[in-house]
């Protein structure tokens, strides 16, 4: 009888120790190997020496090909039962151990093992299975417990993989919406920057002319007062279009800052709700639709402010891309006020008179990675990503009513103070 012949295997085919973590190599336990005439009486002496030992492998002839399994709970089962002592004690271990066992070659992956247990033999599961060698050789035993307990590990390491591209995802599309912000604040400022210059240029060319007439001494009362008037002109031109350029640097300056860190601090919500709506113009110039908002004035908050800026940008972007039919013009309307129910909570709802949500779809909007825009590269995140910062940034609440043909309405409520 071998004294724990067995141990994890050295397949001959370059495993290292992190292939060796998923497959049936590592499940290898070493117990002892017997000839198939050793005696029952035999080995019921070695469980009863060994109170550990799983089991035994009976190997077939003089080499290490493996012939039964003697697995503990059903060799002492049968051996312990009335006459079973005086039955069984002389007879050959094979008269009680399992003459089909559930052969495993040692690299076998965690997956395909599951489904050899599952279509082959289940009672593996209880009694074991041998693990052998490239060349069928035994080379120990693999139990149930330890299959399950390194599935339940696979799956908590896939789990942890999963929830960290996840992240990354929602990451990525908070970024794609903070370029979105950047690229139309860029377009938007474009045109009263290049109104700026125009008018600059021309009075530039004004300053010259005037210039050469007052060295020559050809300047008239007329040339002065014309002067004075493209000064005026010009000076308005430049200034407002150069303070409406600030102000949308202004509001696109706070609101990506606050996407960026989102630090708590005190703020006028109806203010800077109109700040985010304000750096989305660019966005809802381009398309046809309507923006009507509500903001209730001096609602002071302690709160997220880039947490509520991506909530909004996410659900005004939502309601662009999938509310209207290519080609309709629609409004969007925006509402802020005190919560009626819930004292201390403030309450935003984004409304559209789009098409609508129909009933199959409406339970999943929120789930990460739904999507029906699959072919237009939506990554069905922006949804999942409003939820999860609504009730666990702010702690608040989201509802959503729609019907098909009638809109939807996107409801949040969020404590006034958060943390």
């Not at 002839?61 to 089962?77: I, K, V, W």
């Not at 970024?175 to 021309?202: C, F, Q």
């Not at 001494?217 to 002067?227: E, K, N, P, Q, V």
């Amino acid at each position: 009888m071998d004294r724990y012949a067995g141990g994890t295997p050295a397949t001959g085919r370059g495993m290292v120790a992190d292939d060796l973590a998923w497959t049936a190599a590592r499940l290898c336990r070493p117990v002892p190997f017997v000839p198939a005439d050793t005696r029952c009486g035999a080995v019921a002496e070695l469980f009863q020496r060994e109170p550990d030992l799983p089991g035994v492998i009976v190997l077939e002839g003089q080499g290490r090909r493996p012939l039964a399994l003697a697995d503990r709970p059903t060799f002492l089962l049968h051996f312990s039962q009335r006459y079973g002592r005086d039955l069984y004690a002389r007879r050959p271990v094979t008269h009680l151990a399992d003459a089909a066992p559930l052969l495993v070659p040692a690299d076998t992956g965690l997956s395909a093992l599951n489904s050899m247990i599952a279509e082959r033999k289940p009672d593996a599961l209880h009694r074991g299975f041998i693990l052998a060698d490239a060349d069928g050789a035994a080379v120990g035993l693999g139990l149930g417990i330890d299959v399950m307990r390194l599935t339940a590990e696979e799956m908590g390491r896939t789990l942890d993989r999963l929830r960290a591209t996840q992240r990354d995802l929602i990451q990525a599309e908070k970024m794609a919406a903070l370029g979105g912000l950047v690229a139309g604040v860029a377009h938007e400022i474009n045109t009263p920057l290049g109104v700026a210059v125009t008018a600059a240029t021309a009075f530039a060319q004004d300053t010259d002319r005037f210039a050469r007439a007052w060295r020559d001494g050809s300047l008239t009362r007329t040339d002065l007062a014309d002067y004075v008037a493209s000064a005026t002109e010009a000076m308005g031109f430049v200034s407002g279009n150069i303070s409406r350029a600030a102000d949308l640097v202004q509001s696109f300056k706070q609101v990506a800052v606050d996407q960026t860190t989102d630090q708590i601090r005190r703020f006028d919500l109806g203010i800077y709700v109109g700040e985010v709506l304000r750096s989305l113009q660019p966005q809802l110039r381009r398309l046809p639709h309507r923006l009507v908002c509500a903001l209730a004035p001096g609602m002071m908050v302690d709160s997220a402010p880039g947490t509520i800026a991506q909530v909004i940008t996410n659900l005004m972007m939502n309601a662009l891309t999938h509310a209207f039919p290519a080609g309709t013009a629609g409004t969007i309307r925006v509402t802020l006020s005190p919560s009626a129910g819930t004292p201390g909570w403030a309450e935003l709802s984004v409304a559209d008179d789009g098409g609508g949500i129909d009933a199959a779809t409406l339970p999943r909007i929120f789930d990460p990675f739904f999507t029906t825009r699959r072919e237009a590269g939506g990554t069905g995140l922006g949804l999942h990503l409003v939820y999860n910062l609504v009730t666990q940034r702010l702690g608040g609440r989201i509802d959503v009513e729609s019907r098909p043909g009638a809109g939807s309405c996107f409801t949040i409520a969020f404590p006034r103070r958060t943390g």
